[in-house]
């Protein structure tokens, strides 16, 4: 294919792209402050009879002294410690995450779970017991109120990175309650990964299907703003995320707090009565497709596979499942894209039987330009018997660079998301998330294109100037992507290539 379709084709795909983008991407509105609250809807505080209480981001806490008692669980992906003073979830160690060698944490020293009340709060909680069965570890903690008792209860499942936490309180009036807030910082990742990206919100309400994203760098995006009624409501980093995900419990009011030097969540709950139990499910952990669905299948837009997810996904699964055999990301992005080549074999076959109908036919107009050069007439006229009896060639070539486009924006989205690529190393390369440090796969890129272009080299300068240009092109940009994006381009270059050779052989025996 020459230069000008590539550019053509790939011009057209980015103005849709864009286009797509800009008029049917929802974006963030002011709430109209006459209209009715809808579970998930951000409101400014003072704004609507639901919001009408301040936001309490301070938290009132008894004293605390001795020694705090610690205990941990450990699962199949992390060890879990947990704290007696505020029986809050102290430390998380994640284990065998991507292929870094050391265990990543992502909880500073405030800790996860401290609960905020309407009276001053205990610190000092009594660990009543400590469980497991096959789905989770049981952790019960708790501590006398005023009046009655407050009961924490964690579950920790040993195959997900979920854990439950149920808030009941005894012994109160029958006309008594008790309201409870539940503090959740933003994940804080120690030791820090490059490339890493600012904090994020994620929210969603009851009957939503689709989370909304809230950058957190401006104040007025969160400080006087809170969400009625959540279903979703997650803080994250570009690679592991801290949420509520709706399981029993209704949270009143969701809002964002900087009271303790640190993003946080504040999750207030339902009025906590006699024998009457809160329960939420919180996901705590990296940011995995098969791990994020495990908790709540909304949860997978974290990744921004943007309107390419469905084709994002399989190959998220896809890569994983053949790591998992090869025990290398490198090869595994080189037999993805074999795999991904033998499924584009029918198309990219005809393509290239289109392609040398399409040499064949500028041969022939060549002749007939040189012809009649003289007469426009018939050369018109021979120009269109041609047409006719051969076709117009090239279709089929589009086919497959608009096929390839989706795939190739799509990879690109899973290997910049994917913290299993972090510092995953193949040769010379030491992390394919990140450029190639010595720029070899992005020159091997624009050599092999240079000497031997896709579909052959051409006669016509035109033509052949357009292919150095595009190899010129395609080296540049290897060189700004991820080092594994650069080696599923140079493979795919080199299988194409390829299957060139194979077909030209074939037909000549043929």
């Given at each position: 294919?020459?230069?000008?379709d590539?550019?053509?084709?790939?011009?057209?795909?980015?103005?849709?792209?864009?286009?797509?983008?800009?008029?049917?991407?929802?974006?963030?509105?002011?709430?109209?402050?006459?209209?009715?609250?809808?579970?998930?809807?951000?409101?400014?505080?003072?704004?609507?009879?639901?919001a009408?209480?301040?936001?309490?981001?301070?938290?009132?806490l008894?004293?605390?002294?001795?020694?705090?008692?610690?205990?941990?669980?450990?699962?199949?992906?992390?060890?879990y410690?947990?704290?007696?003073?505020?029986?809050?979830?102290?430390?998380?160690?994640?284990?065998h995450?991507?292929?870094?060698?050391?265990?990543?944490?992502t909880?500073?020293?405030?800790?996860?779970?401290?609960?905020?009340?309407?009276?001053k709060?205990?610190?000092?909680?009594?660990?009543?017991?400590?469980?497991?069965?096959?789905?989770?570890?049981?952790?019960?903690?708790?501590?006398?109120?005023?009046h009655?008792?407050?009961?924490?209860?964690?579950?920790?499942?040993?195959?997900?990175?979920?854990?439950?936490?149920?808030?009941?309180?005894?012994g109160l009036?029958d006309?008594?309650?008790?309201?409870?807030r539940?503090?959740?910082?933003?994940?804080c990742?120690?030791p820090?990964?490059?490339?890493?990206?600012?904090?994020?919100?994620?929210?969603?309400?009851?009957?939503?299907?689709?989370?909304?994203?809230?950058?957190l760098?401006?104040?007025?995006?969160?400080?006087?703003?809170?969400?009625?009624k959540?279903?979703?409501?997650?803080?994250?980093?570009?690679?592991?995320?801290?949420?509520?995900?709706?399981?029993?419990?209704?949270?009143?009011?969701?809002?964002?707090?900087?009271?303790?030097?640190?993003?946080?969540?504040?999750?207030?709950?339902?009025p906590?009565?006699?024998?009457k139990?809160?329960?939420?499910?919180?996901?705590?952990?990296?940011?995995?497709?098969?791990?994020?669905?495990q908790?709540?299948?909304?949860?997978?837009?974290?990744?921004?596979?943007?309107?390419f997810?469905?084709?994002?996904k399989p190959?998220?699964?896809?890569?994983?499942?053949?790591k998992?055999?090869?025990?290398?990301?490198?090869?595994?992005?080189?037999?993805?894209?074999?795999?991904?080549?033998?499924?584009?074999?029918?198309?990219?076959?005809?393509?290239?039987?289109?392609?040398?109908?399409?040499v064949?036919?500028?041969k022939k107009?060549?002749?007939?330009?040189?012809?009649?050069?003289?007469?426009?007439?018939?050369?018109?006229?021979?120009?269109?018997?041609?047409?006719?009896?051969?076709?117009?060639?090239?279709?089929?070539?589009?086919?497959?660079?608009?096929?390839?486009?989706p795939?190739?924006?799509?990879?690109?989205?899973?290997?910049r998301?994917?913290?299993?690529l972090?510092?995953?190393?193949?040769?010379?390369?030491?992390?394919?998330?990140?450029?190639?440090?010595?720029?070899?796969?992005?020159?091997?890129?624009?050599?092999v294109?240079?000497f031997?272009?896709?579909?052959g080299?051409s006669?016509?300068?035109?033509?052949?100037?357009?292919?150095?240009?595009?190899?010129?092109?395609?080296?540049?940009v290897?060189?700004?992507?991820?080092?594994?994006?650069?080696?599923?381009?140079?493979?795919?270059?080199?299988?194409?290539?390829?299957?060139?050779?194979?077909?030209?052989?074939?037909v000549?025996?043929a």
């Amino acid at each position: 294919m020459a230069f000008k379709d590539y550019f053509i084709t790939f011009l057209f795909a980015l103005s849709f792209s864009l286009a797509f983008q800009y008029f049917f991407t929802p974006s963030t509105q002011q709430t109209n402050q006459n209209a009715e609250v809808s579970a998930g809807q951000a409101v400014t505080v003072g704004s609507m009879q639901d919001a009408q209480a301040p936001l309490i981001k301070e938290i009132e806490l008894d004293h605390v002294s001795g020694k705090q008692e610690l205990i941990s669980v450990q699962t199949k992906y992390a060890q879990y410690t947990f704290s007696d003073h505020g029986a809050i979830l102290q430390n998380v160690d994640f284990l065998h995450i991507g292929s870094s060698t050391q265990a990543l944490q992502t909880v500073d020293e405030r800790g996860l779970f401290l609960i905020g009340l309407d009276q001053k709060a205990p610190m000092h909680f009594t660990l009543e017991e400590q469980t497991e069965d096959e789905q989770a570890f049981h952790i019960k903690y708790s501590a006398r109120l005023h009046h009655g008792t407050l009961y924490k209860l964690f579950d920790v499942y040993k195959h997900a990175y979920q854990i439950d936490m149920t808030l009941m309180v005894q012994g109160l009036d029958d006309q008594s309650s008790v309201q409870a807030r539940v503090y959740l910082g933003a994940p804080c990742l120690q030791p820090a990964i490059e490339y890493n990206e600012p904090v994020v919100l994620y929210h969603s309400g009851v009957k939503q299907t689709s989370l909304e994203k809230i950058e957190l760098q401006k104040p007025e995006n969160w400080e006087e703003t809170c969400w009625i009624k959540p279903d979703i409501f997650v803080l994250q980093d570009k690679y592991f995320a801290h949420g509520f995900a709706k399981k029993e419990g209704v949270v009143k009011r969701a809002y964002l707090s900087m009271a303790r030097d640190a993003m946080e969540m504040v999750l207030e709950t339902a009025p906590l009565q006699n024998d009457k139990v809160w329960k939420g499910s919180f996901y705590v952990g990296p940011k995995e497709l098969t791990s994020l669905q495990q908790v709540d299948s909304r949860l997978d837009q974290l990744l921004q596979y943007g309107w390419f997810a469905f084709i994002a996904k399989p190959l998220d699964h896809v890569l994983v499942l053949i790591k998992d055999y090869v025990h290398n990301f490198g090869w595994a992005l080189i037999l993805l894209t074999f795999l991904l080549k033998l499924l584009m074999l029918p198309f990219t076959w005809r393509s290239e039987g289109d392609r040398r109908k399409n040499v064949d036919m500028q041969k022939k107009l060549a002749y007939l330009q040189k012809k009649y050069a003289h007469d426009p007439e018939e050369l018109n006229r021979q120009r269109m018997d041609l047409m006719q009896k051969h076709g117009v060639p090239g279709l089929g070539m589009c086919l497959v660079a608009f096929l390839n486009i989706p795939i190739f924006f799509a990879l690109n989205s899973v290997i910049r998301n994917s913290l299993h690529l972090h510092e995953a190393s193949f040769l010379w390369i030491s992390n394919l998330a990140a450029s190639d440090p010595y720029y070899i796969l992005p020159v091997l890129c624009g050599l092999v294109l240079l000497f031997n272009p896709i579909g052959g080299g051409s006669d016509d300068l035109k033509q052949a100037m357009g292919q150095y240009m595009m190899a010129v092109v395609i080296g540049g940009v290897m060189a700004q992507l991820s080092a594994g994006l650069a080696l599923f381009v140079f493979v795919n270059i080199l299988f194409s290539l390829m299957q060139t050779k194979i077909h030209e052989v074939l037909v000549k025996n043929a």
